[in-house]
């Protein structure tokens, strides 16, 4: 049995609990009814009322663990388990209306997919795909960062939202060397055809909230630190680097990962040129 079916079960248990008192209130106020002595007759009323106060109150109780246990398994599905306890803890302390946060962004996608999947069954490419970001994602949290949504064979992680995050930069590096560990483990065994992938990482201000429209939001985080992040994951390809990481990360991070300076380049939508670094892992993806 799953931690879910357990959890259902005893909820159906409570349910099945109230309706006893339901059940109660209604004997008692039958009772009422028969009685000739009215003091009985009141007592028996006061029961009843007490017993409808106490329904209320215990399917109050129920309704609000529901409630909160869906929200924890929402969060679940982006965050880690602790950073959900600690979101349900501290609702305060979770702001979606929209701030800026200083955080880091992570880009990752398969490297040469188009070629892979045409190659491949439908059928397998989803497994093979469910396979790959099962892994992945479970770093992401591994690492305290939250999966902001998938991109087709890719996938965007945010390190420092929705609560901040101490080291974020540090913590974002070293899921990405996670990442490619963790995909050459998978390749050792045979267990996916995947060649390799490719990061790209940039730190700095951003814009997160709920953002969409009225019928459909989503959270998020945007400004020129993502739109850079993506960039960054371009010249990853370009260049076929396992990670390539910003200025801005590189400052945070020197000192604890192999790095080495990356080309100089001009990113699309700016004039100016953007330094980028090299994250060397000890194997080849």
């Not at 209320?56 to 602790?82: D, G, H, I, W």
């Not at 459909?216 to 371009?234: C, E, H």
């Not at 953007?274 to 080849?284: H, R």
């Amino acid at each position: 049995m799953t931690e879910r079916d357990e959890k259902l079960n005893i909820v159906q248990a409570i349910e099945l609990a109230i309706s006893h008192e339901m059940e109660a209130r209604r004997s008692y106020l039958a009772l009422a009814e028969e009685a000739d002595d009215p003091e009985l007759r009141r007592l028996l009323q006061e029961i009843a009322q007490e017993e409808a106060g106490h329904e209320a109150s215990l399917r109050s109780r129920l309704r609000l663990y529901e409630q909160k246990n869906l929200l924890r398994e929402t969060l679940s599905r982006y965050v880690s388990p602790a950073m959900a306890n600690e979101i349900l803890k501290n609702p305060e302390s979770l702001q979606l209306g929209g701030q800026r946060r200083h955080l880091t962004v992570l880009f990752a996608d398969i490297q040469g997919f188009t070629s892979l999947a045409e190659s491949m069954d439908p059928a397998e490419v989803v497994e093979m795909l469910n396979t790959f970001f099962t892994q992945m994602v479970d770093l992401v949290f591994e690492h305290q960062g939250t999966l902001d949504k998938f991109l087709g064979d890719g996938l965007m992680a945010l390190f420092g939202a929705p609560l901040p995050v101490p080291q974020g930069a540090a913590q974002a590096v070293a899921c990405a060397l996670a990442m490619h560990q963790c995909l050459k483990e998978l390749k050792d065994r045979g267990a996916t055809p995947i060649r390799g992938i490719r990061i790209g990482i940039n730190t700095g201000e951003a814009i997160m909230g709920n953002i969409g429209s009225h019928r459909r939001m989503d959270f998020t985080v945007i400004g020129d630190t993502v739109n850079v992040a993506a960039r960054l994951l371009d010249v990853a390809r370009e260049q076929g680097a396992p990670i390539v990481i910003g200025e801005a990360t590189y400052r945070e991070v020197q000192g604890r990962f192999p790095l080495k300076p990356g080309p100089a380049v001009v990113l699309r939508g700016r004039q100016e040129t953007t330094l980028s670094y090299l994250v060397e892992p000890t194997w080849n993806s």
